[in-house]
């Protein structure tokens, strides 16, 4: 087999491909790139099991192809290799079945490959029922909502992304009981079967990445897996086992405190003030509310004390006090994309949320804090 490519078209495709190796495999084999080539063009695979990314490179962005098999590129220093070569033309030729030589006019490498005889069977086909949605909007779903992501190993299902469909009705949410972020969108078509998925969250914000313009990503929902299929790109994953915690009856329907503020004012009083939060972890800050003005502070023993005032727009007259994360709290802030949002409000011990003004599809939460 012989090939020779672009350095950016290669580039681009390693770079996609890439994302779904993982440090932690202790299946050499998966360490590789798999390179399937046939007279339609070069796919490129990589997986790590879990989170499985396939390219396809077409004929016509080929400058020279002979032959067809397969070879698995050790992935290990490659893409660097690739990157600093110093023609914009690489050529590719397997020798001995198992060695690879990568070579421009001036310089070679001969690498050492796997035996694709080894590479596990990895199943990517399209299921008969596909779910179409603009990568635009799919990309501002998993934004809007990934940040509230948990890290902790401890709840599995909490590292991942809850997907439900219900007829034209998609909705996401993430928690890592702390925070929650919902978004909802209306579907240009309705779903005929109920869907109520957990997509991991590693799975789901490599695909962001991925995905950019207005193009349409189809969706195939399988029972254990699903496939994002995004121009010449899919990118499969493993679902997370089990059922995801209810969070409906966090989110309150009636509110004492009903606060209209300009987002930007408020974003930077919060991060002003948390200069000097105590807690540096959680950077928790205090705001106070009485009639129409709010002021916003916080304290460290060694540095001081920093207050931030705002005039702003309540339902209610009578003072408040209550104690949050800066950090949860721009957090949330940040991917809102209005310039206005409500603060929703009861006591100082239960949820607070936050909402786009105008925007009825965005709903986030963060839990207070006690402080003594």
């Given amino acids: 087999m012989k090939w020779s490519i672009e350095k950016g078209v290669i580039i681009d495709a390693l770079n996609n491909v890439t994302k779904a190796l993982s440090q932690r495999t202790t299946i050499p084999v998966l360490n590789g790139i798999v390179f399937d080539v046939s007279e339609k063009g070069i796919e490129l695979m990589a997986s790590d099991t879990e989170l499985t990314i396939k390219v396809m490179i077409e004929e016509k962005d080929i400058k020279y192809l002979e032959g067809s098999g ?5 992935s290990k220093y490659f893409l660097d290799m690739i990157r600093k070569m110093p023609a914009d033309v690489i050529d590719f030729e397997i020798e001995d079945n198992l060695k690879i030589k990568i070579s421009t006019p001036n310089n070679q490498y001969r690498l050492n490959c796997y035996n694709p005889m080894d590479y596990p069977n990895i199943n990517m086909e399209r299921g008969s029922d596909a779910i179409n ?12 909502t990934s940040y509230a992501l948990s890290t902790q190993e401890v709840r599995p299902l909490l590292t991942g992304i809850n997907l439900k469909i219900n007829g034209d009705i998609l909705e996401c949410i993430a928690t890592d009981s702390y925070r929650l972020s919902k978004k909802n969108i209306k579907l240009d078509s309705p779903v005929e079967k109920l869907v109520n998925i957990v997509i991991p969250g590693r799975s789901i914000t490599e695909l962001e990445k991925i995905i950019s313009d207005d193009e ?3 969706i195939h929902v399988f029972t254990n897996k699903i496939l994002f299929i995004y121009k010449n790109i899919s990118v499969q994953s493993n679902l997370l086992s089990g059922s995801y ?5 966090f989110i309150p329907n009636d509110f004492a405190y009903m606060i209209n503020l300009n987002l930007k004012e408020f974003y930077d009083a919060v991060d002003r003030a948390s200069i000097l939060a ?6 928790i800050i205090k705001m106070h509310i009485e ?3 709010m002021v916003i502070t916080s304290s460290s023993s060694e540095l001081g004390i ?6 702003i727009d309540c339902n209610n007259k009578e003072k408040i006090e209550i104690s949050f994360s800066s950090r949860y709290m721009m957090d949330a802030l940040k991917v809102i994309k209005e310039d206005n949002i409500l603060l929703l409000i009861n006591t100082d011990d239960k949820p607070i949320l936050i909402k786009p003004v105008t925007d009825e599809t965005l709903l986030e939460l963060i839990l207070p804090v006690k402080t003594y």
């Fill in 216 to 218: 349409d990503v189809e």
């Fill in 291 to 293: 009639d129409k003005d």
């Fill in 70 to 74: 397969k070879i698995i590129i050790q």
């Fill in 306 to 311: 920093a207050e931030e005032k705002l005039h």
């Fill in 133 to 144: 949605i603009k990568a635009s909007v799919l990309r501002e779903i998993i934004n809007q």
């Fill in 245 to 249: 915690p209810e969070t409906s009856h």
């Fill in 278 to 283: 105590q807690n540096k972890e959680r950077n």
